[in-house]
Each structure stands twice: as C-alpha cells, then as structure tokens.
C-alpha cells in the first residue's frame, strides 16, 4: 500500500511541521528526492530526524551539502536520479519529494518529461517500505496534480 502527503506551497521545516510531526517519527528512514541548495533535510535533522539521505543530479550541490552537514552522523548526500535509484527495495519509510515533481514536470511537458516522471514514481514505489509516506510539496498546478491524480489514482 503506497500512503503520501501533498501539500501545496514550498516552506522549510516549519511550515511542513504540522505534516511532519503528525506522520513521521523519528526513527523513520528517509529519502529525499531533488535536494538542491534546500535546508530542510538540515532542519529535519535538527528536529530530531536523523537518518536521512539526499540525492540530487547536480554534483556541486551534493558537494556543498555534504560539507554543510558534515557534523550530522547519520545523514548522507549522493550524486543520484530519482527516476533510476541505486537501492534496495523498500530501503526507506519516507520519501521526501520537495519541487522535484515540479522541476521535472513544466506545464509543456514533453512525452520524454512524463515519461521520467513515470519512471520516478515507478522507483519511489519500489524503494518506499510497506506502510511507508511519499511527500510531495509542490506548488500543485493544476497539469501538475492532475498527472500524479491520474498515476496514483487511475480508476477514479
């Protein structure tokens, strides 16, 4: 069973909290999708998340991250693709997805666009355990909520 969480505006920590702190715990095993120059997994981690890894196709970004957060054992940052992961099946209880949807989605979409789109979701679907929490803060235009609708929701 696949649960998950949208909520419509980008925030840090704080503005995410009430979702958070309703449905995570901190033991959870997270994953987060797109991480870019974001403080959030920072702040996660100060808020008492600590297994977190962050992935992000841009090497410079997983570069500064990582020296960022060298004090904080327990998190990680690698160069990586959300649409293709390298790891195990249900390796995490939480996914966090915060503008990638978007970032990977524009309004004119491609087919190649939807089709990268597929293939993330496909891996979050493989890599998030039973019982485990996909989280996606987007902006929640409408292509953008129609197309996950539609993916996760295909009879409706």
């Excluded at 901190?26 to 797109?34: E, V």
């Excluded at 060298?70 to 790891?87: C, H, I, Q, T, Y």
């Excluded at 609708?149 to 409706?156: S, V, W």
Aim: glycine share 6%; hydrophobic share 40%.
């Amino acid at each position: 069973m696949l649960s998950f969480f949208v909520t419509n505006k980008y925030g840090d920590y704080n503005s995410l909290s009430q979702v958070i702190d309703r449905y995570l715990k901190p033991a959870d095993n997270f994953l987060q999708l797109g991480c870019g120059n974001s403080e959030l997994a920072t702040q996660l981690y100060d808020n008492g998340f600590h297994q977190i890894h962050s992935i992000d196709v841009e090497p410079s970004v997983i570069s500064m991250q990582t020296r960022k957060n060298k004090e904080r054992p327990g998190m990680s940052f690698s160069v990586g693709d959300a649409s293709n992961l390298e790891m195990a099946d249900g390796a995490h209880t939480v996914i966090i997805d915060k503008g990638t949807l978007d970032a990977l989605l524009p309004p004119s979409a491609s087919d190649a666009d939807k089709a990268t789109v597929t293939r993330m979701f496909d891996e979050v679907h493989r890599v998030l355990a039973s019982g485990g929490r996909y989280i996606i803060v987007t902006l929640a235009q409408p292509h953008i909520t129609e197309y996950w609708i539609d993916h996760f929701f295909p009879l409706l």
